[in-house]
């Protein structure tokens, strides 16, 4: 080896030497933070944003599927209780933040026919769909990025009621 390699060598031990007595990560934290949160914060957030519209999916069905049976029930007559629980299921809906069609979430089924009879029941379900957020729409097309929330009651109809 000669002369000039051997002095670059020595150069380059020192040079490193001196890096790890110093420490030599100078600026690295800052790097370590920005993976950590893209790694780990960024799918958090987003896990916490998707269960919150779920939890809000749950509240809005089982609410509005509580009031539709309970409606239907309590009405004149068949027509002005389908009308009654679509319009309570609309509001349990918007209540929420959900502008789905509220006749279209809602089914009706009765035990006995016709619905309202003494002694029967009538079972209100509610089923909702919620989209998974900041999914692009060409994204949405192809794949079901769509969360099924659907929850049922069943009330009883007066045995005492007249029938109608």
């Known amino acids: 080896m000669s002369a000039a390699s ?3 060598v020595g150069r380059l031990r020192r040079w490193a030497a001196r890096r790890v007595r110093t420490g030599g990560d100078d600026g690295s934290a800052l790097v370590e933070f920005l993976g950590v949160t893209l790694v780990l914060l960024v799918p958090t957030v987003y896990l916490v944003l998707v269960l919150g519209r779920v939890q809000a999916a749950t509240f809005a069905v ?4 509580r009031e539709a049976a309970r409606v239907y029930v309590a ?3 068949a027509a002005q209780g389908a ?3 679509v319009t309570v ?3 349990a809906l918007r209540d929420q933040g959900f502008d789905d069609d509220a006749a279209g979430a809602l089914a009706l089924t009765c035990s006995a026919s016709p619905c309202l009879t003494p002694g029967a029941e009538v079972a209100a379900t509610v089923e909702v769909r919620v989209p998974l957020p900041f999914v692009p729409a060409f994204v ?3 794949l079901p990025l769509e969360v099924p929330v659907s929850a049922q ?3 009883p109809v007066d045995a005492y009621r007249v029938a109608r």
């Open 6 to 8: 051997r002095r670059w």
């Open 62 to 65: 089982e609410g509005a599927a």
């Open 75 to 77: 009405a004149d007559d």
């Open 83 to 85: 009308e009654r629980a």
């Open 89 to 91: 299921v609309g509001v």
């Open 140 to 142: 949405a097309d192809a």
């Open 153 to 155: 009651r069943v009330a």
